[in-house]
């Protein structure tokens, strides 16, 4: 019997606020553990949350990228479960009411273009950190916990590992370009769990589903949607069932093991927080967002293949982070050829970058410069 895979992911995103969700607390990577904390993050009794304005902000600018629809209002609630990272007993989220619902984004794969559609968009808190140091004894730093989380659910539309690597590159070029998140995934700031079943080729009734959670590169993505697709098959063909479970990648053994059984969302037992008040966005002010958003990265691809008669190579490469196609725009404006452009920057400078790890925003060689040195070039100087 011939099955296909059905694949839904659920994408993690930190927010670039420099503060907390619902305290006042840095969000900065790297601290030593701990130090970043206060009776709310963590989850001392009779403390109140206070929004973070930005943390909503950022999150309707994402829904208005990926088309969603941003709801005039929405609130947070609940979700119940206990782990040691995380300090009261529930994390704050959102459930019945997100504040994104529906959109999409359009992925390429083999050269054929499909659109996968996204549930939802929803704000929650982040969990703190638990750290084993292999000798039988565990840590828990809290410093993440209450950063502030975007949760980006899609449809489960996507059908196999390499439509999964090319939407989460999407959806990391996305809030990267609009400035809500760095997605760094090495540092956590971009994770994402995908929800794996098989069903036979043809039919429509979705298989029993395993959830493979927090995994943080491309190529650990894929490798794990890809060993879970066998398995699964490899099960059914030895006459055996699915079981809903939570499973981890052993990135070290190549597979993936079982973690737990998997919850249902009436486990988690959600309810309204009655600490904070639902939110309600003003019309003029989502547009205000909306307006500022500008020139989005797949339109702006397109223009420079149109504009500047690029290779779509080029485009890619420019477009993939704003300061980058906003420094080539300039120096055009300054009198650079395109593609002289375009080879300089895909060049030396990104030698020059790599090799100082920075970004072209902090390069020593300025739009105006480039032009400079192209023209005495063109003089023969």
């Not at 209002?73 to 007993?89: E, H, I």
């Not at 929803?122 to 292999?134: I, P, Q, R, T, Y």
């Not at 959830?211 to 490899?234: G, L, T």
């Not at 499973?247 to 973690?259: A, F, I, K, N, P």
Request: hydrophobic share 35%.
């Amino acid at each position: 019997m011939q099955y296909e895979a059905v694949i839904g992911l659920e994408i993690h995103s930190q927010l670039l606020t420099n503060t907390k969700i619902f305290c006042g607390c840095s969000t900065q990577f790297g601290s030593e553990p701990n130090t970043q904390t206060c009776p709310i993050c963590t989850g001392n009794p009779g403390v109140l949350p206070v929004m973070n304005k930005k943390a909503v902000e950022y999150v309707v600018r994402t829904g208005l990228a990926v088309d969603c629809t941003i709801s005039p209002v929405s609130r947070f609630a609940r979700k119940n479960y206990f782990y040691p990272d995380l300090p009261k007993g529930y994390q704050i989220s959102q459930f019945e009411f997100p504040l994104c619902e529906g959109g999409h984004v359009d992925v390429t794969v083999d050269g054929t273009t499909k659109r996968i559609r996204l549930n939802r968009i929803h704000l929650e808190e982040d969990a703190g950190k638990n750290v084993h140091d292999g000798a039988g004894e565990s840590s828990v730093d809290l410093n993440r916990a209450g950063v502030p989380l975007m949760e980006i659910v899609s449809e489960p539309d996507l059908r196999s590992s390499q439509e999964a690597v090319e939407f989460m590159k999407k959806l990391r070029s996305i809030v990267r370009y609009i400035g809500v998140s760095d997605g760094n995934m090495d540092e956590g700031s971009l994770r994402c769990d995908a929800n794996i079943s098989i069903r036979p080729v043809g039919t429509e009734e979705l298989g029993v589903k395993a959830e493979i959670k927090n995994m943080n590169s491309f190529r650990f993505i894929e490798k794990a949607i890809d060993y879970e697709i066998k398995r699964q098959i490899n099960v059914l063909n030895e006459g055996g069932r699915i079981i809903q479970e939570t499973r981890l990648w052993d990135s070290e053994r190549g597979v993936t093991e079982s973690m737990r059984s998997k919850e249902e969302s009436h486990d988690y037992r959600y309810f309204p927080d009655p600490d904070l008040m639902p939110i309600e966005l003003a019309p003029e002010w989502v547009e205000e967002i909306k307006a500022d958003i500008g020139e989005l990265s797949a339109a702006k691809r397109e223009r420079f293949v149109g504009e500047y008669k690029l290779p779509e190579h080029d485009a890619d490469m420019l477009t993939a982070e704003k300061t980058t196609a906003d420094w080539f725009e300039e120096a055009v404006k300054l009198g650079g050829e395109p593609k002289t452009v375009s080879n300089w920057i895909m060049g030396e400078l990104m030698k020059l970058m790599n090799r100082h790890n920075i970004g072209i925003e902090e390069c020593s060689v300025t739009p105006k410069k480039l032009v400079e040195l192209l023209n005495l070039i063109n003089k023969g100087v």
